[in-house]
């Protein structure tokens, strides 16, 4: 983790203009082509939830604002973010949250995710760990195509985590799409960013050859 100080003073005008809002996150809503990644999984016998919290965890580490939290005064960059999701439990109608370790390989990556889920099946956890944002917020809405989402959150203290929600994927021609929704907050975050998150998340489904290995 590093602390980060903006050099560019009209950045900063630009951090301290949305900081100070009273609703400072923004949502966009796109309509994901997942073709390849889907028929990995049902070729091969991926686990579905695993690799989508897969994709969306490799794609947020590798853009620097999505790892940046806003802390009082100060701005950190953690050096990975760890994803927490909602899952269905077995014991209750209302879902979970579960939390694994980010790595890069899927692999092992997809191991810790399955045993996670497993674990929160008969002793469901709703709370994540006091005072840490290393998280990236991640939860699913598989009954829905939706096309917009606004989220539960408290806006103080500052939260700065990410939330991003995938829905129902379903075919549009050719081509098999699922509703991905990314909140950020807009002192860290601009739609620039957001749109390399967008086009780097289709990049790694389109090429699972890459990454399913």
């Not at 203009?17 to 070729?43: E, G, W, Y």
């Not at 490799?58 to 999505?66: D, G, K, L």
């Not at 998150?197 to 790694?204: A, G, H, Q, R, V």
């Amino acid at each position: 983790m590093r602390k980060i100080v903006f050099e560019d003073a009209h950045r900063q005008k630009h951090f301290d203009f949305f900081r100070n809002m009273d609703q400072p996150h923004f949502n966009v809503c796109i309509q994901a082509d997942i073709s390849d990644t889907l028929d990995a999984i049902k070729k091969e016998g991926l686990h579905f939830t695993s690799t989508l919290v897969y994709l969306v965890s490799r794609a947020a580490n590798s853009i620097p604002c999505f790892r940046q939290r806003i802390r009082g005064e100060e701005i950190v960059e953690h050096a990975a973010v760890h994803p927490s999701f909602t899952v269905q439990t077995q014991v209750s109608e209302v879902f979970s949250f579960c939390y694994v370790d980010y790595q890069p390989a899927y692999p092992q990556f997809v191991e810790a995710v399955r045993s996670a889920i497993d674990r929160m099946q008969e002793d469901p956890s709703f709370e994540d760990e006091a005072h840490r944002d290393d998280y990236l917020f991640l939860s699913s809405l598989p009954w829905l195509r939706f096309t917009g989402l606004t989220h539960a959150m408290h806006y103080s203290p500052v939260d700065s985590v990410p939330r991003i929600t995938w829905g129902k994927f379903y075919k549009e021609g050719t081509i098999s799409r699922i509703p991905l929704s990314v909140q950020v907050h807009h002192a860290l975050v601009d739609g620039r960013n957001v749109g390399e998150f967008c086009e780097l998340f289709e990049d790694l489904a389109a090429n699972p050859a890459d990454w399913a290995v």
